[in-house]
């Protein structure tokens, strides 16, 4: 539905062929929702379940899925959109990412420090490695005081209430930053007259046919850990697409509190869940003994990572691994 980290539209048909008709369909790990929006499981499940960590996901999903409602707001606002053809717009684009950063997060200025210096190709060697590991470890501090302003946000979601200023807010970080990189970190992306504002094809979703019945007929948009959402919507007739932050790419992921623990305590879950369930990853040394395969299905397919390039590369590919319980 919008671009984010870890981010399943490419993969949407592949995955969701295997998916089975069910009563109740949830997304542990709901990030843009991609399984669901890019395919017609809609058709196949009598209610959808959205779930993420992250509170600003939550909100907006709750807030998209009345869609009608919320796009007739967002244009009520008239926001600044980067135009195809008007550069003169980047500057005023700019400012309004900054201000609904500072108005959802708070920044750091040793960070962007870090990463200002980093962009000199002239350091290299130890004096590089140093940075990058100084880098990782403010991220890593950062993470953990995040956590605060998550659970501060995250009360209001839990309540039940919907922030449609909030919601607005985050999608515009989401789609004004490079395609998947964490929002809490991120910096504008200026196009330069050159494209127009994926915050604008956002905005043209909520109000396409196409995705109107698939987004009205999300039954409830959840702000739980994969536990709790896993153990409120169990049964026989639940069906679960999990897509955890991979193996050693936790950090790329904000406002989630998921390591290398929670890996395995995921696994636990799984195996005792009493649904069927699809679990997405990168092949690693441990998957196969987490997840041995004369007990539970594999599929793999190759396909292009959707934030893997740099300008002037082509973008790297992985092979997906699609576990399922059955």
């Given amino acids: 539905m919008i671009s984010y980290i870890g981010g399943k539209a490419r993969m949407a048909e592949w995955i969701s062929s295997f998916i089975p008709e069910c009563e109740t369909y949830v997304e542990v790990f709901g990030g843009g929702f991609w399984v669901y929006i890019n395919s017609d499981i809609y ?21 998209a899925s009345t869609p009608k409602v919320f796009s007739k707001f967002i244009e009520s606002k008239e926001i ?8 003169e717009l980047s500057q005023t684009c700019r400012d309004y990412f900054y201000d609904c950063k ?13 990463r200002e210096v980093l962009e000199d190709k002239n350091i290299t060697g130890k ?20 956590n605060s302003m998550r659970d501060s946000f995250g009360d209001k979601v839990k309540a039940g209430r919907k922030d ?5 807010r985050y999608a515009y970080i989401l789609t ?27 905005l043209n979703r909520l109000k396409s046919d196409k995705f109107i019945p698939k987004l009205k007929k999300i039954n409830a948009c959840e702000n739980m850990s994969f536990e709790e959402v896993i153990a409120k919507y ?44 699809s679990l997405s990853y990168y092949d690693f040394t441990e998957l196969k003994d987490m997840y041995p395969k004369d007990k539970f299905s594999w599929e793999t397919k190759e396909f292009v990572k959707p934030a893997g390039a740099t300008e002037g590369t082509e973008q790297s590919t992985g092979e997906e691994v699609l576990i399922m319980n059955y």
């Fill in 176 to 202: 004004s930053a490079f395609s998947g990189i964490d929002p809490v970190d991120s910096e504008f992306q200026d196009y330069k007259g050159k494209y127009g504002s994926k915050f604008q094809a956002f």
């Fill in 43 to 63: 058709e196949r499940c009598d209610k959808a379940i959205y779930s993420d960590f992250n509170p600003y996901m939550t909100n907006l999903f709750r807030c």
């Fill in 234 to 277: 169990d049964s026989p007739t639940t069906y679960f697409y999990v897509d955890p932050p991979y193996w050693s790419t936790e950090l790329y992921y904000s406002l989630h509190r998921f390591g290398k623990d929670q890996h395995y305590e995921l696994m636990n879950s799984l195996h005792n869940a009493k649904g069927k369930f």
């Fill in 164 to 168: 449609q200023v909030a919601a607005m």
């Fill in 80 to 87: 600044p959109l980067q135009e195809k053809g008007k550069p």
């Fill in 102 to 114: 500072e108005a959802l997060f708070y920044t750091d200025f040793a960070i962007k420090k870090l």
């Fill in 127 to 146: 004096h590089r490695k140093a940075l990058n590991e100084a880098l990782t470890h403010a991220r890593a501090t950062r993470q953990c005081n995040n």
